[in-house]
């Protein structure tokens, strides 16, 4: 048990400053990565007008999120978002799944993750909503209904990342630490696969999903 | 008051604690598990000839409903048999936390995740067709209700876990039975909320099956909303746990910290029940009229925002106990 919460840091020291880097997470981030570089190979290799199987894959999976996007921001935004979308939703997934791997550990598990993952959507979104709508427009809304509910309105739209993020995080760690803990209870018999399976690819899959969904929301939102 | 050590007090926080997580967490489960039979009767005398595909989905959604309770059962047990090691008052504290944060965190996600079984249920008799689509969304549905409870658990857990005992006594042991509080009462009204967006789902898709994959879009991003105040919750906990506090030897101050916890946690109840409303109608709603889901999403999600305003209020309420006051 006493492996619960300890976490590999590398501590530079660069001009008084402590940068602190988490390298089991840079790791089985790399992990992810090339695991994705792996997969676009395999999909776009020696593609035809006959596919095969890896080519399906691929454009089922494509299609099927530029469908999601161009229900949520309509047509004109579908060449420009969906592929963001598309990439943040494998992203997500694979980290998750990455859990179910004896020795490796899910990126997200560690609050920086997801919470740089939901950064980039809300900084994304609101440059969206600049680009639509013009500075003066987006600035406008924060003075709704009245001028003086400003710093709640920004407080509100701040608590959208803490959302967002904390959510991935927490199921994805509750789900490790409840693995843990029961292997440790049970001793590791007849119990643990069938957690990996329920929280590794179930929840890991729908968090994923909901992580990519609000983060496509978010840019509806602000676009529209 | 002095004739007790603090390994006796360890104890008894550690049999109190468990005894409100398992008693608490005992609530909602039962009363999910119940609408999903009294629905599951329903289903089968309107359509008896389904009534082993009925019977055999009313068990497998009060299996899922089912988990709330067991996360509280597991840690009441780890609470009554734990060998807790240092005994200090502050783990005392924490241990009261733990259970309390694991007791209110089951009760909502425990009766929500009864909604979408019940709705499964009666969909099937509506709709013998759609039988594997409705238990697919009510697996779906369930699971992400018990989102809530699962923050309650990780906050349990760490509480549980963690060693607090270099922290200076007099704030901390307000802090760790407020970080408790924040997050168990958060997660009642996001729990429920979030099976009555399950519940209207399936519902709707026993309705119309062709609207499935839009209903369950509209379902996972209502519920993820309404899931947000158990986040606050969550984030206030953490907060509360790890944060440092000065010693101090002022009630006030301890008292703050606890303030922090009840705002948050008493403050999440509503907007999570009020953005689960949203969410059911809304889902519900796509069902019957499919080409206006935009719209009717784009409704859902403001009517949400302005609903969980409250629950921002609570937050900006607490982040001012613990950093200004």
């Known amino acids: 048990m006493g492996d619960l919460g300890r976490i590999n840091q590398l501590i530079v020291t ?14 089985m981030t790399w992990v992810v990565i090339a695991a994705l570089l792996f997969f676009g190979v395999m999909v776009t290799r020696r593609r035809g007008m006959l596919p095969h199987s890896m080519q399906v894959l691929g454009e089922l999976f494509v299609g099927q999120f530029y469908q999601l996007t161009e229900d949520a921001l309509g047509k004109e935004y579908v060449e420009k978002y969906a592929p963001l979308i598309c990439s943040v939703f494998m992203f997500v997934v694979l980290s998750n799944w990455l859990g179910v791997f004896p020795h490796l550990e899910e990126p997200t598990k560690d609050l920086n993750t997801p919470l740089s993952l939901g950064i980039m959507g809300f900084v994304i979104a609101h440059y969206a909503g600049i680009r639509s709508k013009g500075f003066k427009a987006y600035a406008k809304e924060y003075f709704q209904p009245v001028f003086f509910m400003m710093p709640l309105n920004v407080i509100g739209e701040l608590a959208k990342i803490i959302s967002i993020s904390f959510r991935l995080f927490g199921n994805i760690m509750g789900g490790s630490i409840i693995i843990l803990v029961v292997s440790y209870l049970c001793y590791s018999i007849v119990l643990p696969p069938f957690l990996i ?23 509806s939102i602000q676009v529209k | 008051m002095m004739e007790f050590d603090a390994q006796a007090w360890v104890k008894v926080a550690a049999f109190v604690g468990g005894g409100i997580a398992m008693g608490l967490g005992a609530i909602g489960a039962a009363i999910g598990e119940g609408y999903t039979a009294s629905l599951a009767n329903l289903a089968v005398s309107r359509n008896p000839k389904l009534s082993g595909d009925i019977f055999k989905n009313m068990l497998v959604g009060q299996a899922v409903a089912e988990s709330a309770s067991i996360f509280a ?38 009766v929500g995740s009864g909604f979408p079984g019940g709705q499964a249920c009666l969909g099937i008799s509506r709709q ?20 809530p409870a699962i923050f309650s658990l990780v906050v349990a857990f760490i509480l549980l876990f963690m060693d607090f005992s270099a922290a200076p006594l007099n ?5 760790l039975v407020g970080a408790g509080l924040s997050t168990g009462l958060a997660a009642i009204g996001s729990g429920y909320g979030g099976g009555m967006a399950a519940g209207g789902s399936c519902e709707g898709i026993a309705r119309q099956p062709e609207a499935t994959g839009n209903v369950t879009t509209v379902m996972l991003v209502g519920q993820a909303v309404a899931q947000t105040p158990a986040i606050f919750g969550l984030l206030v906990s953490f907060i509360l746990m790890f944060k440092v506090f000065p010693e101090t030897t002022q009630l006030q101050t301890s008292m703050a910290l606890l303030g922090a916890g009840l705002s948050t946690g008493f403050g999440g109840i509503g907007p999570g029940l009020g953005n689960g409303m949203a969410a059911e109608s809304a889902v519900c709603w796509v069902a019957r009229n499919l ?10 999600l403001v009517g949400q925002a302005v609903s969980q305003s409250t629950a921002i209020y609570a937050m900006v309420v607490s982040l001012v106990l613990i950093f200004v006051v």
């Open chain 1, 14 to 27: 660069i001009g008084g400053q402590n940068l602190t880097f988490n390298l089991q997470v840079i790791l």
């Open chain 1, 197 to 219: 399976a329920f929280f590794g690819i179930f929840v890991g899959t729908i968090q994923a999903f909901v992580f990519t969904m609000l983060t496509l929301v978010y840019i």
């Open chain 2, 73 to 110: 059962l597991v840690v009441a047990i780890l609470l009554l048999f734990m060998n807790t090691g240092d005994a200090t008052l502050i783990k005392a504290a924490a241990l009261l936390g733990a259970g309390l944060s694991m007791g209110f965190g089951a009760v909502g996600s425990g």
């Open chain 2, 128 to 147: 013998p067709a759609n039988t594997s689509r409705l238990t697919t969304n009510m697996l779906i549905g369930s699971a992400v209700c018990q989102t």
């Open chain 2, 171 to 175: 704030p901390t042991w307000a802090a």
């Open chain 2, 291 to 300: 080409p206006s889901a935009p719209e009717l999403m784009r409704i859902m």
